[in-house]
C-alpha cells in the first residue's frame, strides 16, 4: 500500500471474515487510495499475525491510557494520535540502518515498488497486480514487466553458452 494509505488507516478498516466457498478466515483491510477511492487489500498469514499482535498491543495501551485518547486511527504515535507519514518513514530509515542498508536509496515507495516487482516476478498477473498497487491505469503496473523483461535480457547476456559462434566449413 502507499505510504499515505497506511497513515491513513482506522481500526474499523480491518476485518476477518470467512471465505464464502471454504470457510477458511479471511483478514482483509480497505484503504483509501488516491482521489479518494477505496479499495480492499487481502492479508497473508505474516500480515495478519504480525497485525494481530500490534492490536493486542495498542489495545493495552489504550486501556492503560483511557483518558488520553479514543483515537479511531490504526496506528498510534506516542502521544496516541494518527502516526505521521514522517515518522513511519523513520521507523523504515531505523529498520534500513540496523540491517546495514541505510544510504543505499532505499525507501517507503522503493519497498513498495520491491514488493510488486516480487508479486509479479512471482506469477502474479499484472492485471491482479494492478488492482493490489490501486493502480487506475494498466500502463501505470506494466512498469513493473519492462523490470522483469531488463532481467531476463541480464540473464540471457550472463549465459556461458551465448558467446559461442557456429564453426563455418572452409
Known amino acids: 500500500m502507499r505510504l499515505s494509505e497506511l497513515v491513513g488507516l482506522n481500526t474499523s478498516d480491518y476485518k476477518q471474515e470467512r471465505d464464502f466457498d471454504t470457510g477458511e478466515p479471511v483478514h482483509t483491510l480497505r484503504v483509501t487510495g488516491k482521489g479518494s477511492k477505496e479499495r480492499v487489500i487481502y492479508l497473508n498469514g505474516a500480515c495478519t499475525a504480525a497485525l494481530q499482535a500490534y492490536m493486542g498491543e495498542r489495545a493495552k495501551l489504550i486501556e492503560k491510557n483511557k483518558s488520553l485518547t479514543h483515537e ?19 521507523v523504515v530509515e531505523d529498520a534500513l540502518k540496523k540491517a546495514g542498508l541505510d544510504g543505499m536509496g532505499f525507501s517507503v515507495h522503493k519497498l513498495r515498488h520491491t514488493a510488486a516487482t516480487l508479486m509479479f516476478q512471482n506469477g502474479v498477473d499484472v492485471r491482479v497486480l494492478k488492482e493490489v498497487l490501486g493502480h487506475e491505469n494498466l500502463g501505470t503496473t506494466q512498469i513493473y514487466t519492462h523490470v522483469a523483461n531488463k532481467q531476463v535480457k541480464e540473464a540471457m547476456e550472463k549465459n556461458p553458452l551465448g558467446g559461442i559462434k557456429k564453426e563455418t566449413s572452409e
Open 72 to 90: 479511531k486511527a490504526m496506528f498510534l504515535s506516542k502521544q496516541f494520535k494518527r502516526i505521521s507519514a514522517r515518522r513511519v518513514q523513520q
